[in-house]
């Protein structure tokens, strides 16, 4: 049988207290036990990048990390970055610059974009694709995130 | 004018269908065949239903063994005597929760007897192949019976006489061209949620997919039931481009949530989708086709052959259309096209953006290429003289209205700097550079489509037309259209959710039909309750209907005046309260398909009618190859489209560029690969699809608008083209590159190597 462990983790600003099997994975725990189903999932295997949150202000696949190794760290999904009404400055440039399709990718492209504009706050061209590399979109062609990329950071 | 859902994408509140929860829920997961040809001996699934949490366990024994499929009735909802496929569902279990389902797979045992398979089309048409599908001969469906076990159906066409024709050529080309076995990969893997209510004797069905009534009619076939008591919905969906279309797992989601009583999601896995759903069909194309020395085409000769796998699903339409379009956009006097849709044991391939045209286009233009080679003629100058214009007959004999290939062609060499750019050498040591130019059609319509509108009491409006929006943003753009005719601002019409029952029938999402389609639906509904809405106002503003105009903001006023108005919400209320009765404005149409014409086209075998108006566009490449890797890659690209009228350009745009990015991984290195029957890669991280780093932010979408005489506000589809473009343009850049043409794609690094050797 396997472990089953009593964790807190501070997710959006909240400290949730769950029960959770040791090798469950962060992003089985987020949509299943917390129904924070905006973070989505594409492979399960860390290549498509549908997944992506922020920890510590990182973005990482939480289909690869175990929910019990993200206690004491700062998780914000999708969910995190707006109340809806007002949206944060990454999700309205996607909006603006028409680069959401289907959409399925959207919430892990606007946090790995987020991550990218927190720590370079005008990237190039390049930079931009480099940094979204791994995020998979099978609508776009990429063109319009890039955009969406440069809108953001310069608003 | 942004999407309309797309805040709630953004911000992680669109629901998906595994995003749904309801009380009670169970888990779904299905077991796949180990074998690519078997006959089942016999099933043990106690040790399965023992595994405390397990509700449910199914295999093929317990259902009642009738096969369906939508040209073809080959198929069942679980495979049912034989396996013809590694990844053939076999098995299905409901439980608690995804882990303990997982687990009872593992305990069910099947016994197979093994079966000699075959993969390759046309070994599998030998006559001394092994039979996958004995019963052909008695196979229900569209496509009539057919002798050959392994034949899922077969289409020719003809026209003029190319055997005499060959004599007056002064050039012929003849080559092989093989295309690969793409994954849709759309990013939100097959989901379905199907909840059954005893009591009420009701199935409700949550789907990821291309069209909730083409679901409720093939669940209410397959399953038995009257349509009447299946209900579908469709919640956001996560990317399609065919392969959702017709049926995914909706079947055995609702088998299961039939048997359990209770609500069964069942989301595959990346892996299951891959090895359980379905691609694009791989093709061997032999071509030949033979020019004037001006560059006047005069004959082709082609034979194709479509692997399309252990079932049919929509392959003999694929193989039709294939055919309708082996001509290119171009006029050949004589021409003979065959094509095979062949049963293999491989995962059964189906309907994917272009459906056939992008196989039977990348021949195509690549033979061009090789006549303009042979001709020393510009290869831009070759497609112009040969380009249907309007009033030219389309293979078939269809009508062309919109003859716009050569502003196409004309937009992208002006664009892309053609002549200078061609003339240019190579960058840097160890690059080569080239660019590559090829010309697409397709075609836009297909079948029918009804809308209503509703003015509601506060003076807004609701458009409902059961059309599902895949992501290409047709929620947007038929709302823009009521908007348009009605003459009020978006936030004032409601785009109602695709529910079967409440929307009015449409087809599904493809054939890029929603926004030619639906939209004519929906504009003539629209005009409907505009109708209505002016009678109304004529009696209370004491006019004549002729007098009066809309307003922006939702308001009638007499023309001239700048008082005398009124807004809907008035007339709303008379209507409701007084007198009239509610305002709903109600349309439906099915566009209707020409038959070929019997005295310019022969065909045999399947060769269903016309299927909607056609479009042109053109694409150039610029490539660089790697002299050491062969690797390939794309350095910018100009894109020109005759799409009628843009309704909304931004997603004209992100049509273009997407459907490009989708072409030129089918370019460059998207392919399922098997060995011995197994796929190799059923997972992203092998399959790889084009990420950010591997295509240009340089790819130009030009759009021009030429208004469709038949369109609503004068638009035609784009959802298609695109990817009909790519692969042959690329593949003629790199031969403009290297010299050496490449006819199989993808063109890898290793194929390009090998044809630079």
């Keep these: 049988m396997t472990e089953s462990v009593h964790i807190h983790l501070r997710i959006n600003g909240e400290v949730r207290s769950l029960q959770v099997e040791t090798k469950r994975t962060l992003l089985e725990v987020l949509r299943q036990d917390l129904l924070l189903t905006g973070t989505k999932r594409g492979c399960n295997q860390g290549v498509c990048g549908a997944c992506s949150i922020l920890v510590d202000g990182h973005s990482i696949r939480s289909c690869l990390s175990l929910a019990v190794a993200m206690q004491d760290r700062d998780i914000v999904t999708i969910e995190g970055l707006s109340d809806g009404a007002r949206l944060d400055r990454v999700q309205q440039a996607f909006l603006d610059a028409g680069a959401i399709q289907c959409g399925f990718c959207m919430p892990g492209m606007i946090i790995t974009a987020k991550a990218l504009l927190d720590r370079n706050p005008r990237p190039s061209t390049e930079e931009i694709r480099h940094a979204l590399g791994n995020n998979i979109c099978r609508c776009s062609g990429y063109v319009k995130v890039i955009d969406a990329v440069h809108r953001a950071a310069t608003t | 004018?942004?999407?309309?859902?797309?805040?709630?994408?953004?911000?992680?509140?669109?629901?998906?269908?595994?995003?749904?929860?309801?009380?009670?829920?169970?888990?779904?997961?299905?077991?796949?065949?180990?074998?690519?040809?078997?006959?089942?001996?016999?099933?043990?699934?106690?040790?399965?239903?023992?595994?405390?949490?397990?509700?449910?366990?199914?295999?093929?024994?317990?259902?009642?063994?009738?096969?369906?499929?939508?040209?073809?009735?080959?198929?069942?909802?679980?495979?049912?005597?034989?396996?013809?496929?590694?990844?053939?569902?076999?098995?299905?279990?409901?439980?608690?929760?995804?882990?303990?389902?997982?687990?009872?797979?593992?305990?069910?045992?099947?016994?197979?007897?093994?079966?000699?398979?075959?993969?390759?089309?046309?070994?599998?048409?030998?006559?001394?192949?092994?039979?996958?599908?004995?019963?052909?001969?008695?196979?229900?469906?569209?496509?009539?019976?057919?002798?050959?076990?392994?034949?899922?159906?077969?289409?020719?066409?003809?026209?003029?006489?190319?055997?005499?024709?060959?004599?007056?050529?002064?050039?012929?080309?003849?080559?092989?061209?093989?295309?690969?076995?793409?994954?849709?990969?759309?990013?939100?893997?097959?989901?379905?949620?199907?909840?059954?209510?005893?009591?009420?004797?009701?199935?409700?069905?949550?789907?990821?997919?291309?069209?909730?009534?083409?679901?409720?009619?093939?669940?209410?076939?397959?399953?038995?039931?009257?349509?009447?008591?299946?209900?579908?919905?469709?919640?956001?969906?996560?990317?399609?481009?065919?392969?959702?279309?017709?049926?995914?797992?909706?079947?055995?989601?609702?088998?299961?949530?039939?048997?359990?009583?209770?609500?069964?999601?069942?989301?595959?896995?990346?892996?299951?989708?891959?090895?359980?759903?379905?691609?694009?069909?791989?093709?061997?194309?032999?071509?030949?086709?033979?020019?004037?020395?001006?560059?006047?085409?005069?004959?082709?000769?082609?034979?194709?052959?479509?692997?399309?796998?252990?079932?049919?699903?929509?392959?003999?339409?694929?193989?039709?259309?294939?055919?309708?379009?082996?001509?290119?956009?171009?006029?050949?006097?004589?021409?003979?096209?065959?094509?095979?849709?062949?049963?293999?044991?491989?995962?059964?391939?189906?309907?994917?953006?272009?459906?056939?045209?992008?196989?039977?286009?990348?021949?195509?233009?690549?033979?061009?290429?090789?006549?303009?080679?042979?001709?020393?003629?510009?290869?831009?100058?070759?497609?112009?003289?040969?380009?249907?214009?309007?009033?030219?007959?389309?293979?078939?004999?269809?009508?062309?209205?919109?003859?716009?290939?050569?502003?196409?062609?004309?937009?992208?060499?002006?664009?892309?700097?053609?002549?200078?750019?061609?003339?240019?050498?190579?960058?840097?040591?160890?690059?080569?550079?080239?660019?590559?130019?090829?010309?697409?059609?397709?075609?836009?319509?297909?079948?029918?489509?009804?809308?209503?509108?509703?003015?509601?009491?506060?003076?807004?409006?609701?458009?409902?037309?059961?059309?599902?929006?895949?992501?290409?943003?047709?929620?947007?753009?038929?709302?823009?259209?009521?908007?348009?005719?009605?003459?009020?601002?978006?936030?004032?019409?409601?785009?109602?959710?695709?529910?079967?029952?409440?929307?009015?029938?449409?087809?599904?999402?493809?054939?890029?039909?929603?926004?030619?389609?639906?939209?004519?639906?929906?504009?003539?509904?629209?005009?409907?309750?505009?109708?209505?809405?002016?009678?109304?106002?004529?009696?209370?503003?004491?006019?004549?209907?002729?007098e009066l105009e809309l307003r922006p903001g939702g308001l009638v006023g007499v023309k001239g005046t700048a008082t005398r108005e009124l807004p809907f919400v008035s007339i709303a209320k008379r209507a409701l309260y007084a007198t009239g009765g509610p305002i709903m404005g109600t349309a439906n149409w099915v566009y209707e398909a020409e038959r070929f014409d019997p005295k310019r086209t022969l065909t045999a075998g399947f060769a269903p009618n016309a299927v909607g108006v056609f479009l042109f566009a053109a694409l150039i490449v610029e490539v660089e190859v790697d002299e050491a890797t062969g690797k390939v890659a794309i350095v910018e690209a100009w894109a020109a489209h005759d799409v009628g009228r843009a309704i909304n350009p931004g997603a004209v745009e992100g049509q273009i560029q997407g459907g490009l990015v989708q072409g030129f991984g089918l370019a460059l290195i998207e392919e399922l690969l098997w060995d011995d029957g197994r796929l190799v890669n059923p997972t992203m991280m092998d399959y790889k699809v084009p990420g950010a780093m591997d295509v240009p932010y340089e790819i130009h979408p030009i759009i021009l608008e030429d208004p469709e005489r038949t369109g609503p506000f004068g638009a035609r589809g784009i959802g298609e083209i695109p990817l009909n473009l790519a692969a042959p343009a690329v593949c003629n850049a790199i031969e403009h590159a290297i010299g050496r043409k490449v006819t199989t794609i993808p063109a890898t690094g290793e194929r390009v190597l090998r044809a630079m050797i």
Aim: charged residues 20%; hydrophobic residues 40%; glycine residues 10%.
């Design chain 2, 1 to 546: 004018m942004p999407r309309r859902e797309a805040r709630a994408k953004a911000t992680g509140a669109a629901a998906y269908t595994d995003d749904i929860v309801l009380p009670r829920m169970l888990y779904g997961a299905v077991l796949g065949s180990d074998y690519a040809h078997a006959r089942i001996r016999s099933y043990n699934t106690s040790a399965a239903e023992a595994l405390p949490g397990v509700k449910v366990v199914l295999t093929g024994e317990k259902l009642d063994g009738k096969l369906h499929g939508k040209c073809i009735e080959d198929e069942p909802i679980l495979a049912t005597g034989k396996v013809r496929y590694i990844g053939e569902p076999v098995a299905a279990v409901a439980a608690i929760d995804y882990a303990t389902a997982k687990r009872a797979l593992q305990l069910i045992d099947i016994q197979y007897e093994e079966l000699p398979a075959v993969f390759d089309a046309e070994a599998a048409l030998a006559s001394d192949a092994p039979p996958i599908h004995e019963e052909r001969k008695r196979y229900g469906g569209r496509v009539p019976p057919l002798e050959n076990p392994n034949l899922a159906s077969y289409t020719a066409f003809k026209e003029g006489d190319a055997e005499a024709a060959w004599s007056q050529c002064d050039v012929i080309v003849e080559d092989t061209y093989e295309t690969p076995a793409q994954q849709h990969m759309y990013l939100e893997p097959c989901s379905t949620l199907a909840a059954f209510d005893r009591a009420a004797d009701q199935l409700t069905i949550w789907t990821s997919t291309q069209g909730v009534f083409i679901v409720q009619y093939a669940i209410a076939k397959w399953l038995g039931m009257p349509m009447s008591k299946v209900r579908v919905i469709a919640p956001y969906i996560g990317g399609a481009f065919g392969g959702k279309g017709g049926v995914t797992n909706q079947p055995i989601a609702a088998a299961l949530a039939i048997a359990a009583g209770a609500p069964v999601k069942l989301t595959y896995s990346r892996e299951d989708d891959m090895t359980m759903m379905k691609s694009r069909h791989p093709s061997r194309i032999y071509m030949r086709t033979g020019a004037r020395r001006d560059g006047t085409l005069v004959a082709r000769e082609a034979r194709i052959y479509l692997n399309t796998g252990a079932y049919a699903d929509e392959g003999p339409f694929v193989n039709a259309i294939a055919v309708g379009f082996s001509r290119g956009p171009y006029r050949i006097p004589n021409i003979k096209t065959e094509a095979w849709c062949v049963y293999t044991n491989h995962l059964k391939a189906g309907g994917m953006r272009g459906f056939g045209v992008p196989q039977a286009n990348y021949a195509s233009e690549l033979q061009i290429e090789a006549i303009a080679d042979k001709l020393g003629l510009d290869p831009i100058e070759l497609r112009t003289r040969n380009a249907l214009v309007t009033g030219d007959k389309f293979l078939g004999g269809q009508n062309v209205d919109h003859g716009t290939l050569i502003n196409c062609l004309e937009a992208v060499r002006r664009a892309s700097d053609w002549e200078a750019r061609r003339a240019r050498r190579p960058v840097q040591p160890g690059k080569r550079r080239g660019v590559g130019v090829s010309s697409a059609a397709h075609v836009s319509a297909m079948n029918g489509a009804g809308a209503t509108i509703k003015l509601n009491e506060d003076g807004s409006l609701t458009v409902n037309t059961g059309a599902v929006d895949v992501g290409q943003g047709s929620d947007t753009v038929l709302s823009q259209l009521a908007a348009g005719v009605l003459g009020v601002s978006l936030d004032k019409i409601k785009y109602a959710a695709p529910d079967t029952d409440f929307s009015p029938y449409n087809h599904q999402t493809g054939g890029s039909r929603t926004t030619y389609t639906v939209g004519v639906a929906v504009e003539r509904a629209s005009e409907h309750a505009r109708d209505q809405i002016l009678e109304h106002a004529s009696e209370m503003l004491e006019c004549s209907v002729e």
